[in-house]
C-alpha cells in the first residue's frame, strides 16, 4: 500500500489505549522494485531529478502527494505493472480534479514549481495551465518513488497555428505510459496527432531559475516563476520511434 498513512499505537499489559496519531508517514513504493529503466530519450536523463521546479523531498509536498496517491490496494496482489498503471490513472484524475484551468498572463509566461502551485490556491483549487498540471503530476509521481518525466510538444493546429503543450510520463517498470492530466488523458499517446502535424516532443530537464533572467519579460531568479523553455537546461529530443509523431521520421 502507498500514500499517506495513519499511525495507530496500541498500547498493552494492564491497559487498554489506542491512540490515533492522525496521518502523519507516506508510504512509498522501493526505486529499486523498477530495476533498470529502459527506453530513456538521453543517457543523461535524471526522472528523479530534484531541480527549481521540484522539491518532491520536502515534507510539505511528500504529504501532498500521499494524499493525492493513496491507493487502497496490496501491492503484493498485483504485478507492480498494474500497481503503478492503476495509480498513474488515478493520479490524473486527482489533479484534474484540483485545478483550475487559469489562462491568464502569469501562467502563460511562467511554469511554476510544485511548491509554488501548493501556495497558489484560490477557491481551494490550484491554478495554472498544462504546464503546472504535470509539474503536479512528475513531483508526486516522483515523491512515491515513480520514474516520470516532463515531456513539451510542438504541433501545428490544423496545420496552420504553431501551438505547445506539456505532460507527463511514468514507467511501470515495463513501458513508459503517457499521462495528460490537463485533459484529462492517460495512455493515448497518439491522441494529439488528431489536431495537427506534430512538430517535435522532448523531454525537459534541468530546471534553473537563473539561466533565463529578462527583466522586461518579468523573470526573477528564485521566486519559483520559470521560463517554460529557456529555464531548462535540457531540452531531450525525442526520437522518431516515440508514438506522438504523426508517423515515423528518418
Known amino acids: 500500500m502507498v500514500g499517506l498513512k495513519k499511525v495507530i499505537v496500541d498500547i498493552s499489559g494492564g491497559l487498554d489505549v489506542t491512540f490515533d496519531m492522525g496521518f502523519n508517514f507516506v508510504q512509498r513504493f ?22 527549481d521546479l521540484y522539491h518532491f ?8 502527494a500521499g494524499e493525492a496517491c493513496d491507493y487502497p490496494y ?30 491568464t498572463q502569469l501562467y502563460r509566461k511562467f511554469t511554476l514549481s510544485d511548491e509554488k502551485i501548493l501556495e ?22 516522483r515523491a512515491m518513488n515513480i520514474p516520470a518525466r516532463q515531456i513539451y510538444i510542438k504541433y501545428k493546429l490544423f496545420g496552420l497555428l504553431l501551438m505547445g503543450h506539456e505532460f507527463a510520463e511514468i ?3 515495463e513501458r513508459w ?10 495512455d493515448i499517446p497518439t491522441y494529439y496527432r488528431a489536431f495537427g502535424e506534430v512538430i ?13 533572467t529578462n527583466v522586461t519579460y518579468g523573470d526573477v531568479t528564485g ?11 535540457y531540452h531531450f529530443t525525442y526520437n522518431s520511434t516515440n508514438p506522438y509523431y504523426n508517423e515515423e521520421r528518418e
Open 30 to 51: 522501493k526505486r529499486s522494485e523498477f530495476g533498470n529503466v529502459q527506453y530513456l530519450v538521453s543517457t543523461f536523463e535524471n526522472y528523479y531529478e530534484l531541480s
Open 177 to 186: 505510459i503517457h499521462a495528460d492530466p490537463t485533459g484529462p488523458l492517460y
Open 171 to 173: 514507467w511501470n517498470g
Open 223 to 233: 521566486d519559483g516563476y520559470l521560463h517554460y523553455w529557456y529555464d531548462f537546461e
Open 57 to 64: 523531498n520536502k515534507w510539505s509536498i511528500l504529504k501532498k
Open 120 to 141: 497558489t490556491i484560490t477557491n481551494g483549487l490550484y491554478q495554472g495551465v498544462c504546464d503546472e498540471y504535470t509539474v503536479l503530476y512528475v513531483s508526486f509521481a
Open 74 to 103: 496490496e501491492s503484493n496482489n498485483f504485478p507492480l505493472s498494474t500497481v503503478v498503471y492503476n495509480l498513474g490513472l488515478a493520479l490524473t484524475s486527482w489533479i484534474k480534479a484540483h485545478f483550475n484551468y487559469n489562462d
Open 200 to 212: 517535435s516532443v522532448n523531454v525537459l530537464q534541468g530546471a534553473d531559475d537563473a539561466l533565463y
